[in-house]
């Protein structure tokens, strides 16, 4: 049978011929994947410049990757020599020594006591394999930073073809495994866990005797039964754990001579026990026969493994990393799409010219590239709310403009044929358009266009900008460059001749009496009134002239409208397309902006996915792995024949049974007795003295003074009230000393030592276990104290944690203890409790820092009591560096060695008295501390309650400080809530009275137009005619053009309300569900209920309107029905609708004057005979039609019982009002809440400022 050593190179050998072949093919793999990386680094390079931050993230990625695999295999090929073994661990678990132990090295490797001893990566050769010793993990950075030391150390791990994972019997902490999970798990290693036992007296059967052997080996089994849990539960199961001593090992192999620490030890050991009873009391056989059992029997299963694992892991976290980042670039595209979208919607959808002129540099059409990248166009209509918000604008700003100018021509036009004169275009221009009132309109235009469009812009940029040059700075470049006088830029240039000129009518009014003026009309106007004339009645003017001024009468007036009207309506025309070049010439930058970075974006997307489907394939390419835990299982099946018997192997059991014990304790020396009789003392007094010092600050009597500030104080703020009641119930009772610290560093059964050591039978309660028990605080009664024993630190629950910060904040005094490796792991919330924070007060000046378990310093107290001392002085001033490291001050004298339970000999034991303890009483520094409490001088012991009362004060006054902030906080996150919404709401409104007034405008206009043409029709009857006349005045608003154009009309202004409603209900809908607050009217009804919606009756309202008038339009069609409801005037009939659910329909308002047209034109029938009151009786008629004419407008936009459009609007702009009020005093309301904590807040602040005068420090507050 081929020996063991053989075998074992053997198999290293096939390992490593194995490895190379493989290797050979990864390089195939990487090679393909370098190439498809290559080939879209070239493809990116078309896109060179300034790029999204995602995309530089990308070409990091991409440039990373390859480089990062080909450096991978190249450490590989440099270790595919041998096979390699990883030691990984925390820092001071015995990695260096196992490792020296393995070499049979001579000790100088060995860490003397401190952590963070080993910085670098080393390696010793073993039977044709290479260990690796590493730093440690999670230590304090003694000379270097951690994150340095651990990276250090995981490079060791990913070139390890095993990696042992190294624990001790102190605890094993959450970070830990976490590291293991990514460094150790994720690559595919295969792992053994060494679980180092410092305890001297483990597997020692003549110290131990065989009662207690039991205790010490359950503590072991505790702790591998935890590794083995949180292994499994980060995916490592079945992982074997080998207990061994690693000192002892080292003890029993090291070369000579020897130069690591504790030579005194390691010489009277060896003189003692020899080399063969130390290696077997070390349990190191067991680990070395399972690691050659794993590598004969799987070498190279477990070489391929962590060849083929590694590459994979690494190909799939780039491609889950890449995943990630494509998430990221689309979630952003889509953003920027949403931006894009909202311009759109705001300035229109660009084509054509303007696409060209505003959104295509350098010939490329971004808004195509951008479409054909994200799979479909852009949705927004071709006219954006910019253009019909500006529109009704501009229809309702030059409303009195126009109306001005319409009258204005009115009454030129009777001037001059009253005297019959000539009027050219300049005196008609100048007597007819007020130039000034226009550019002022516009000016207001522009005013209210701009507050238009930062709103929208900064509604756009508050909800979809993820870019640093977002729409808020586009709306701040309106801001800055969109200022008065641009409208004279894009719109007044022209002036009134902009409008003339287009009109290209006829405005010149000829003098009809006078031939030669009539020639000069004609020559001015070139076309139009005096061209029609002049073709009706040629020479023969004179002869025709009454006829003729009345023909030209209604030519002129219905010219100089439609003059007037054009004019204004190509100013609004020209306004709105001034607004729409103005918004692009500010935006049209920032637009490019998007829309490359949206096709950059989506491109790296394109090619991201190419990547991913690179590296998921390369990763599929790889071999397949035989899981590399069946040969480690296999490997322990030749270590026994049960799982029981394996366990007693792996855990080092065997000595339990071991008869060659005596039990023999060594009597202490009587010169080391006096040693520590006197070592006793001095730390009696030192302690003693540490304690008095820090419940002495701030003094009694200052405290007492402050305290009755605060009670002064809380009588103008009853919220103190808790303050002074936590002050007093602290002070009377007795003062509590907290113990705090790690899980599994000893608190319990330190404080068990302390109970029993005072008498005190109550330690039956008490679990010690191996893993975190303690769940809650227990308080303990001492004569003049309370004991309190908190849950464990850096146990995986994190409400554990805080409670034991809660329970060491209420204490006089707070015993912290530590492992004899100090600080490692996560020490944030020490670090909180000790400085302070926004919540408790700060515990540094009240702490004693306990150095626990100094039996496994590394000396033994009895045969070696000076490196002992030593070793204990030394860790003493390691922690205060440590502390100060953290910003913690603590001076030596405030830092005890001890050891609650010496090598844990009592473990779990509940059969104990203090006599237990009398064997190693001398040396293990608990006495010093238990006489140093009990023989403080009682008016300290009262000195130390008014000390916790004082920081249960401070603690009390930081959370009301805190509650108080918080108040405000909340307070201003309400108004900060509701501030969104209320600008919905006010853009609402705002825009509900733009389009009413321009709905009053554009009926005002149909009806005038109407009007007007009925009153030329009045100017075109003669005297011989007064019957017309009469039926003219009667029926002009009941002919069917004025239903069809009052029907297009209440279309119209039912769709304009319905798109108000649709954008502001949209709007105010997200902002109410982004606020979280339910909108209400000021009827109670809320915006959007499950019945209706508040705004619905937009639609159907003036749907009902715009539907029935037709039949109301039919129902006046006789005289009589005129006069009957002459006969009415005054009453209120309901306006062009109808009653819901009724079928009478009542005549609008706007006609119930007609009875006195009617009348009129009776009169006028009755004079008609007069000739020469013909004129007055047709200026009478015009008259009557401009007064119906109002009283229709009244009708139509206002309404009556039903409401008319433009009343609709102004009653939903009230219920917004009310909203708006009801808002103003909720803001009020909570404006006087914050003013109120603020005031409290000052003063809490006041009297926190005073305690930190008293403490001389400030306990933060942040």
């Known amino acids: 049978m081929t020996s063991e050593p053989t075998s074992l190179q053997d198999a290293v050998s096939g390992a490593i011929e194995r490895g190379r072949a493989e290797l050979s093919l990864l390089d195939d793999v990487v090679d393909r994947l370098v190439a498809a990386f290559a080939k879209t680094v070239d493809e990116s390079a078309d896109n060179a410049g300034e790029q999204p931050p995602l995309i530089r993230e990308l070409e990091d990625i991409v440039r990373g990757i390859p480089r990062e695999l080909r450096t991978h295999l190249d450490r590989e090929r440099d270790a595919l020599g041998t096979f390699n073994i990883a030691f990984f661990g925390r820092t001071g678990v015995g990695k260096s020594t196992l490792l020296s132990a393995f070499g049979e090295l001579d000790g100088s490797y060995v860490s003397p006591g401190a952590s963070d001893w080993t ?162 009391w070390s349990n190191f056989e067991t680990l070395e026969r399972l690691i050659t059992a794993a590598i004969v029997e799987g070498a190279a299963d477990l070489r391929l493994n962590a060849l083929r694992e590694d590459v994979r892991a690494r190909c799939k976290r780039s491609a889950e990393e890449l995943s990630r980042l494509a998430g990221a670039i689309e979630k952003q595209a889509g953003a920027l799409d949403r931006e894009i979208e909202s311009l759109f919607a705001i300035l229109g959808y660009p084509e054509g010219e303007e696409r060209e002129k505003w959104l295509q540099p350098a010939e490329v059409d971004l808004v195509a590239a951008a479409e054909a990248t994200r799979g479909r166009p852009y949705t927004s209509p071709a006219k954006g709310s910019l253009d019909r918000y500006v529109r009704y604008l501009s229809a309702s700003h030059l409303a009195q403009c126009r109306r001005k100018a319409r009258t204005a021509a009115d009454e030129l036009i009777e001037n001059a044929f009253n005297d019959h004169r000539t009027i050219d275009e300049a005196e008609f ?241 009587p010169g080391t007795r006096v040693m520590y009789a006197e070592r006793h003392e001095s730390d009696k007094r030192r302690l003693c003295d540490a304690i008095i010092e820090l419940w002495a600050a701030p003094p009694t009597v200052s405290i007492r003074a402050w305290r009755d500030e605060v009670e002064a104080e809380a009588l103008r703020d009853p919220g103190l ?144 009591p000076d490196t002992f001392l030593n070793l204990a002085q030394r860790k003493r001033e390691e922690l205060c560096a440590a502390l100060a490291r953290r910003s913690i001050d603590v001076g030596v004298d405030r830092v005890h060695v001890l050891s609650g339970d010496p090598y844990g000999l009592a473990g779990g034991d509940h059969e104990l008295d203090k006599h237990d303890f009398d064997g190693n009483r001398a040396w293990d520094g608990v006495g010093a501390l238990i006489e140093a409490i009990a023989e403080l001088p009682d008016d300290v012991v009262s000195s130390a309650s008014v000390a916790a009362a004082f920081d249960s004060a401070v603690t009390a006054l930081k959370r009301r400080m805190r509650d108080l902030h918080l108040q405000q906080d909340e307070v201003r996150a309400d108004i900060h809530r509701l501030e969104p919404l209320m600008g919905a709401v006010r853009a609402a409104h705002t825009d509900a009275s733009i389009i009413s007034d321009s709905l009053r405008e554009r009926a005002h206009r149909i009806i005038q137009r109407l009007a007007s043409d009925a009153k030329s029709r009045v100017h075109g009857i003669d005297r011989k005619d007064n019957a017309k006349l009469r039926d003219l005045v009667e ?114 308002g706007a006609v119930l004057a007609v009875v006195a047209a009617a009348a009129d034109a009776a009169a006028m029938a009755n004079d008609a005979r007069k000739a020469n009151e013909h004129q007055d009786q047709q200026a009478r008629a015009a008259e009557a039609i401009d007064r119906r004419a109002e009283e229709l407008l009244v009708g139509i936009v206002d309404g009556d019982e039903e409401p008319g459009p433009v009343r609709f609007l102004v009653e939903r702009m009230a219920e917004l009002e009310a909203l708006l009020d009801e808002h103003s005093q909720r803001t009020r309301v909570f404006q006087d809440l914050v003013g109120s904590a603020s005031a409290r807040a000052r003063r809490v602040e006041a009297l926190l400022d005073s305690a930190d005068e008293l403490t001389g420090t400030e306990s933060g507050r942040a």
């Open 119 to 280: 910085t670098d990566v080393r390696h010793i050769e073993w039977r044709g394999c290479r260990l690796y010793d590493t730093p440690g993990i999670n230590g304090w950075g003694r000379t270097e930073s951690r994150d340095d030391l651990e990276m250090r150390a995981r490079r060791a791990v990913e070139i390890a073809d095993i990696v042992l994972l190294c624990f001790d019997n102190q605890s094993q902490q959450a970070m830990e495994f976490s590291k293991i999970a990514d460094w150790v798990r994720d690559y595919g290693k295969p792992v053994a866990v060494v679980l180092n036992v410092r305890n001297p007296r483990w597997r020692d059967p003549i110290k131990v005797p065989r009662r207690r052997r039991k205790n010490l080996s359950e503590s072991v089994r505790q702790h591998a039964d935890n590794i083995r849990t949180e292994l499994a539960n980060i995916g490592l199961p079945d992982t074997p754990v080998v207990a061994v001593h690693s000192r002892r090992a080292l003890f029993a192999r090291a070369a000579t001579p020897f130069h690591g620490p504790g030579r005194e030890d390691f010489l009277h050991e060896r003189e003692e026990f020899g080399t063969e009873t130390l290696t077997r």
């Open 429 to 669: 221009t100048k007597a007819v358009f007020d130039e000034t009132a226009i550019r002022t309109a516009i000016d207001t235009v522009w005013t209210d266009r701009q507050t238009f469009l930062e709103r929208e812009l900064d509604m756009a940029a508050g909800q979809q900008s993820v870019l640093d040059h977002s729409a808020t700075a586009r709306a701040a470049a309106i801001r800055g460059s969109d200022g008065s006088g641009a409208a004279g830029k894009f719109v007044q240039g022209g002036g009134i001749a902009v409008g003339l000129g287009a009109l290209a009518v006829p405005v010149a009014i000829a003098n009809f009496w006078n031939p030669a003026g009539w020639v000069a009309g004609v020559a001015v106007a070139g076309v139009g009134v005096a061209g029609q004339l002049q073709q009706r009645f040629g020479k023969r003017l004179s002869e025709r002239s009454e006829e003729a001024a009345r023909k030209a009468r209604v030519e002129a007036i219905a010219n100089s409208h439609r003059a007037v009207n054009q004019t204004f309506d190509d100013y609004e025309n020209l306004v709105v397309r001034g607004s729409r070049e103005a918004a692009w010439v500010l935006v049209s930058e920032s637009a490019i902006e998007l829309l490359t970075q949206t096709v950059l974006l989506r491109r790296a997307r394109g090619r991201v996915e190419k990547l991913v489907d690179a590296l998921n394939v390369g990763a599929n390419s790889i071999g397949a792995s035989r899981a590399p835990q069946n040969v480690l299982i296999r490997a322990q099946e030749q270590l026994a024949d049960t799982r029981t018997d394996l366990t007693r192997v792996l855990l080092g059991e065997d000595w339990l049974d071991s008869a060659d014990s005596s039990g023999h304790v060594p009597q202490v020396d």
């Open 1035 to 1148: 029926t002009w608003w009941r002919e069917p053009q004025v239903e069809t154009d009052l029907q297009r009309f209440l279309d119209e202004a039912a769709k304009t309300i319905d798109e108000w409603r649709s954008e502001h209900e949209s709007a105010i809908g997200r902002e109410s569900r982004s606020a979280q607050f339910e909108v209400m009217t000021g009827d109670g009804v809320g915006f959007q209920t499950a019945d209706r919606d508040w705004l619905d009756d937009v639609a159907e309202g003036v749907g009902e309107t715009a539907g029935n008038l037709a039949p109301l339009v039919k129902a006046f069609g006789s005289r009589d029905a005129v006069y009957q409801i002459g006969k009415q005037l005054g009453h209120k009939f309901k306006p062009w609708g109808a009653v819901k659910g009724g079928a009478k329909v009542a005549k609008a």
């Open 721 to 864: 009230l808790e303050v002074t009641q936590s002050f007093s119930g602290v002070a009377r009772a007795k003062p509590v000393l907290s113990v705090f610290g790690d899980y599994n560093s000893g608190k319990s059964s330190l404080i068990r030592r302390i109970l029993l050591e005072n008498d005190v039978r109550a330690t039956e309660s008490i679990d010690i276990r191996a893993v975190p028990a303690t769940e809650a605080s227990d308080r303990y009664e001492l004569p003049r104290f309370d004991l309190v024993d908190t849950p464990g630190l850096q146990g995986g629950d994190p409400g554990h944690a805080q409670h034991a910060v809660q329970s060491a904040v209420e204490s006089a005094l707070v015993f912290v203890v530590v492992h004899i490796n100090l600080l490692v792991g996560d020490t944030a919330l020490l670090e909180q409790l000790a400085r302070g924070s926004s919540e408790h007060a700060a515990k540094g000046d009240r702490m004693i820092f306990l150095i626990n378990r100094c039996d496994e310093l590394g000396a033994d107290p009895l045969t070696t």
